[in-house]
């Protein structure tokens, strides 16, 4: 008897839909408990072997279904494996979702089928095609919904290159001097001298010299930008959804834990979704109606609201006064239409759209675009590029990618 609890377990075929893995240790092929019932009820065949993907072997099972075996019944995020596009995969969804989507449509197919009578699955199946396809269209629409919410997977996305061409960046090349530095994380540039500093840096100078002014951002004075405008509507008490939350004040845990002061803040239940934006699409009008009905007034009303939303703020850890700062020389360089875009757009799916933006905000007088910096073999993320196609249908704020180069 086997004394192994399979530490290390690798799946011999992803595709498959009851998956094997093999134990690292142990070396004994077995199925994930999870998936057993399901196994039993329509795939009985597949449960005594697999076929490895890489050799396209077949491999017994060994050991049969054993509990905690797949990565969501350790807790470990999932692996994807899209399928390849092609006819009934044409969606993000249907490709990414595509074993999900079966397990579920069967599920809802075999118990309307026994429900009206049918011994045998696959008759049912073959005289009800329409039947089968409206379920499916059904799981497809929840999936969706659910994944806007909380992903499972990630989309695999597209080179730089071809987001870059897509949305017709301008993309500025700059030459520096790069300089290795022991242990420090960020690349340094030489900067005139002796100097050293980072890419960032070196691209606000650049810009400096041409007469511009800069401001470094990312994507955290944003996030107070959101905080100080829409605390009111956020919070709103006559939202039936609002509850009051509790948690660790954010700057003490930066003190790395000495207190554990509680900070209670009231939020939506659907705080950050989508859903959150339909539900409240009325009142997010009228919250933006009176906001910008004196757009001149901005700059008045982001100081009068930086108090009653700390805690809030707080929240989205957009409490530091640095990143306040920010956000309120955002509100004086961005015309009021430009604000209200970004707040909108964040409003619209908080969670979804939060990270990726530029670094730089560079300005002088009715003129001022945003840049990402590069460094010679820095990627963009997959939230930069998710900013980016979002910028493009949605913000459209004045935007380059500035890339240093190595001299
Ligand atoms: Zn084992
Ligand atoms: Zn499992």
């Not at 192994?4 to 094997?20: A, D, F, G, L, S």
């Not at 700059?174 to 530095?181: F, P």
């Not at 939202?239 to 000495?258: A, H, I, N, T």
């Not at 759209?353 to 073999?377: N, T």
Request: charge should be neutral; proline fraction near 5%.
């Amino acid at each position: 008897m086997s004394k192994c609890e399979h530490p290390k377990v690798k799946c011999i075929n992803p595709y498959e839909i009851i998956r094997k893995y093999r134990c690292e240790v142990c070396g004994e092929v077995m199925m994930c408990a999870c998936d057993e019932e399901f196994a039993l009820r329509f795939l009985p065949h597949q449960i005594q072997e697999g076929v490895d993907l890489e050799t396209q072997q077949r491999i017994p099972v060994t050991l049969g279904f054993q509990k905690n075996i797949c990565n969501s019944c350790r807790g470990l995020p999932e692996e994807p494996h899209p399928k390849a596009e092609m006819y009934g995969y044409t969606s993000k969804i249907r490709r990414y979702y595509w074993r999900e989507i079966f397990f579920e449509t069967t599920r809802r197919f075999a118990d309307w089928a026994e429900a009206r009578g049918y011994a045998r699955y696959e008759v049912a199946r073959r005289e009800h095609p329409a039947v089968y396809s409206r379920f499916e269209e059904e799981v497809v629409e929840e999936l969706r919904r659910l994944h806007q919410v909380s992903p499972k997977y990630h989309y695999q996305e597209e080179p730089q290159s071809v987001v870059i061409a897509k949305n017709e960046i301008e993309v500025v090349h700059l030459k520096a001097d790069y300089v290795r530095r022991k242990g420090q994380r960020k690349a340094q540039v030489k900067c005139g001298g002796n100097i050293t500093c980072t890419v960032e840096e070196f691209v606000a100078s650049y810009y400096q010299a041409e007469g511009y002014e800069t401001l470094f951002t990312e994507s955290v004075p944003f996030h107070a930008l959101f905080g100080v405008f829409m605390w009111l509507l956020i919070q709103d008490p006559s939202d039936p959804l609002v509850q009051l939350v509790s948690f660790g004040e954010r700057s003490s845990f930066e003190e790395k834990g000495q207190s554990s002061r509680l900070v209670s803040t009231f939020l939506p239940q659907d705080f950050g979704t989508p859903g959150y934006a339909k539900r409240r699409a009325a009142e997010i009008e009228r919250h933006f109606g009176r906001m910008l009905k004196n757009s001149e007034d901005l700059l008045w009303l982001f100081d009068y609201w930086v108090e009653p939303s700390a805690n809030f703020r707080q929240y989205l850890w957009a409490h530091r006064e640095q990143d306040v700062e920010r956000a309120r020389q955002i509100v004086s360089i961005l015309p009021a239409e430009a604000l209200h875009r970004i707040l909108r757009y964040l409003v619209e799916d908080y969670w979804g759209r939060y990270l990726g933006w530029p670094d730089l905000l560079v300005y002088r007088e009715g003129e001022y675009h945003f840049v990402e910096v590069k460094s010679s073999h820095d990627k963009l993320s997959e939230a930069q590029k998710h900013w980016i196609y979002g910028n493009r249908r949605y913000l459209h704020l004045p935007f380059r990618i500035v890339k240093v180069h190595k001299r």
